[in-house]
């Protein structure tokens, strides 16, 4: 079972003659747990200092997994309303784990780590190489399978990954080679430097995605060059 709290405060007075609380959200989608506790403070400020009791309307039974829409009220102490709209993803266990799964390896502890590749480097969203690797999301295969194909398609040719030398954080380049001794998993993970703070990762949680550099609870990435091949 789901549980909603509203933040409730009202203070009663007959008197209309005050602007209605704005109210604002801080996101418009919340992430829940089937059987998850959601307090709608943490998501939901009211821009009048004045006493207000928050309403939560929804449409539909949010105990169910799926997307649900949640109108707001906010009622001050004359009267005074307005309405917002939330939507709470409800997801089920497993789901949820998944979901965990990919937000730690997106961000998690990694964060500053590649909040200053991102200074350093840029967003790597603007080259040709990134443009490429959004062909390869969603593609099974081990992740050394799946950077040795990419490179395959990028450069042309086939080369073995193992066919690289050690290269800097600040000489990485978009097409470079990256290395995890564990990949947060256990195992070594192999990734394809995309730019700014992004690399294509091959086989997380099955399939291929564009993450983060710096993974959750992994090993320092290691950056690698190809060694050049005469064609």
């Known amino acids: 079972m789901l549980v909603v709290l509203i933040p409730c405060r009202l203070s009663a007075q007959e008197d209309v003659d005050e602007d209605a609380p704005s109210i604002i959200l801080k996101t418009e989608e919340i992430i829940a747990k089937e059987g998850d506790v959601v307090d709608l403070n943490e998501y939901v400020e009211v821009s009048d200092d004045s006493d207000f009791r928050l309403i939560s309307l929804a449409g539909s039974s949010i105990e169910d997994c799926g997307i649900h829409e949640v109108t707001l009220l906010a009622v001050d102490e004359y ?58 999301i969603g593609m099974r295969g081990s992740c050394f399978y799946v950077a040795t194909k990419f490179m395959e398609t990028y450069r042309g040719y086939s080369q073995s990954l193992l066919d690289t030398y050690d290269i800097s954080v600040i000489d990485a380049q978009p097409g470079d080679i990256i290395y995890y001794a564990d990949g947060g998993l256990g195992i070594e993970h192999w990734a394809v430097y995309l730019g700014g703070d992004l690399a294509l990762h091959g086989n997380y949680l099955g399939k291929t995605i564009i993450g983060k550099v710096y993974v959750n609870r992994g090993s320092e990435p290691q950056f690698r060059r190809l060694n050049e091949v005469d064609q």
């Open 79 to 136: 009267g005074n309303c307005s309405e917002a709209v939330i939507r709470i993803k409800v997801l089920s266990i497993e789901e949820y784990s998944d979901y965990e799964e990919r937000l730690s390896f997106v961000w998690g502890n990694a964060l500053i780590h590649n909040e200053a590749l991102l200074e350093l480097k840029g967003d790597g969203t603007t080259n040709a190489i990134y443009e490429l690797a959004l062909n390869f």
